[in-house]
DNA sequence: CTATGGCACGGATT
DNA sequence: AATCCGTGCCATAG
């Protein structure tokens, strides 16, 4: 928490500021290659490492009591912790009470086996080996850990023979295999049915150019990024939905992730994890921000020490480092901390709609948030931009959708026209709105359906299309 | 004449 | 300071 400040005479205060906010700005993943770039730069810099609870066994990143036990205590204050989450393998975290259902049943090495098996007759001792290493490398989702030039060292082969193999493998059997993430093995995979559908060609834009949209169901963006309609963009992805695995090692190994409802292509991991307590609605809600590494930062003794006892031009260097690091460290418990009481507010204002959907989403700006806070609202703007949060029903949505004022609005519009008996006309529904309290222009309604992929009136007559794929 | 979608303006957000 | 969103005004399709 508190750390010994060097009598610096350096402008401290401005450049922490800047750098906690970039920090904060970060989403999880893009944290983590920070967190890693400055430990690996930064001598002075040091993480420790983690340790398990006694009482709950989960692992602690942080000194002094397991932060999970210790806060229990409310009984309506959602329950608001870090959680170290070091593998970027499972699509989510999964509940803390239930057993992971994920990968036990199948000896891991059957799936290296059975793609190698294929590819064995149409390949040169060499290649075959090459081939084998690949395969035993491949994370638990079946993609490559190191990206295809180290692979090309480590084997002491050309790159185009990885390349090569690289692409046989990944055209085999299990299509998308060893590729090196989601969106490359759902291209992959879109390569292999080509011709056959028109919608090919935009799922392969929106795979290329909009995929991070594409994860957290952007669809408006993604339709104005590329121009097209919001209406092809909600086809298209429900035909990537339908007919792609962004996780092609899943389908061997059983996972229970992949057919049940639940919406399991998100094809990101989330930053925040809500969950529930138990299965009755009445419990506290869980929130878990993940953090790229297990273990905590600090300064190394060892390099205070050594400054210390050191002389001449080294120490100066030597000093920046500390101060950089510490700084660091910093900036981390800064963003720690403004992401969790974050988070706890957002978690108590916005219960029923984590709970129940997003018709009980309550209206809120991030001015508002960044009062309670006591805070600058421009931190709260960081805070929720590039993050995504994963609600107990399993959907994976953008933190920034806790203030979107329109979502609980198009959630009654969608309701509105899906129960109507004959085509109401947006000034109708409009009214129908006011009637509940909902003061809306009509013009607004009009965009809200557009958004919502909804026809307008004189085209939607009697033939209803029940497009509703996200409940 | 009515229902919609396009364009532009003002306020909020970033 | 730049951008996004709700809304009003207006042209157009039916």
């Excluded at 690996?40 to 397991?66: D, K, M, T, Y």
């Excluded at 239930?98 to 059975?114: G, I, M, N, S, T």
């Excluded at 669809?219 to 992805?237: K, N, P, Q, Y």
């Excluded at 297990?294 to 002389?311: E, T, Y």
Aim: hydrophobic share 40%; net charge neutral; charged share 25%.
């Amino acid at each position: 928490m508190l750390q010994i400040q060097q009598p610096s005479v350096r402008p401290l205060t401005t450049a922490h500021l800047a750098q906690t906010m970039t920090l904060l700005a970060l989403p999880n993943v893009e944290l983590r290659e920070r967190v890693l770039e400055e430990l690996s730069n930064n001598p002075a810099l040091e993480l420790l490492e983690e340790r398990i609870c006694p009482n709950c066994q989960r692992r602690l990143h942080q000194p002094g009591p397991c932060p999970r036990c210790s806060l229990q205590k409310q009984p309506g204050e959602p329950i608001v912790f870090l959680s170290p989450r070091d593998s970027y393998r499972a699509p989510r975290a999964l509940p803390l009470d239930d057993p992971p259902p994920e990968r036990e049943p199948a000896a891991p090495e059957d799936l290296p086996a059975y793609a190698l098996q294929q590819l064995a007759a149409d390949l040169d001792e060499r290649k075959r080996r090459l081939a084998a290493y690949i395969l035993a490398c491949l994370d638990d989702d079946g993609f490559l850990a190191d990206p295809p030039p180290f692979i090309a060292r480590a084997t002491r082969c050309t790159l185009a023979e990885v390349d090569e193999v690289l692409d046989l493998i990944a055209r085999g059997d299990p299509p998308g295999l060893a590729t090196q993430g989601p969106r490359q093995a759902l291209l992959v995979q879109l390569d292999m049915l080509e011709g056959s559908d028109p919608r090919v060609s935009l799922a392969r834009r929106m795979l290329e150019e909009t995929f991070a949209e594409l994860g957290k169901r952007e669809f408006e963006a993604i339709a104005r990024t590329l121009g097209a309609s919001v209406r092809e963009v909600r086809a298209t992805a429900a035909f990537i939905q339908e007919n792609l695995n962004p996780y092609p090692a899943r389908a061997y190994w059983g996972s229970g992730l992949q057919s049940p409802g639940s919406d399991p292509h998100v094809y990101h991991t989330p930053d925040i994890q809500i969950s529930k307590q138990g299965n009755n609605g009445t419990g506290p809600l869980t929130v878990e921000i993940f953090t790229p590494l297990s273990g905590w930062l600090r300064v190394n003794p060892l390099f205070r020490q050594a400054l210390s006892a050191a002389s001449g031009e080294h120490s100066e260097a030597w000093a920046q480092h500390l101060e950089r690091a510490s700084l660091f460290i910093k900036c981390m418990q800064q963003r720690n901390n403004t992401m969790r009481r974050l988070m706890r507010l957002l978690v108590k204002e916005q219960r029923e709609f984590i709970l129940m959907g997003d018709r009980h989403l309550k209206p809120m700006t991030r001015a508002w948030v960044a009062q309670q806070l006591g805070v600058h609202e421009s931190t709260i703007s960081r805070a929720v931009s590039h993050k995504s949060v994963a609600l107990p029903d399993g959907r994976i949505i953008p933190l920034a959708r806790f203030f979107d004022r329109s979502l609980s609005v198009r959630d009654r519009i969608r309701e509105i026209v899906s129960k109507e008996t004959a085509p109401l006309t947006d000034d109708q529904i409009a009214h129908i709105l006011a009637e509940d309290g909902i003061r809306i222009a009509r013009r607004t309604v009009a965009k809200y359906r557009a958004m919502e992929g909804i026809l307008p009136a004189r085209l939607r007559h009697k033939q209803k299309q029940p497009e509703g794929m996200s409940n």
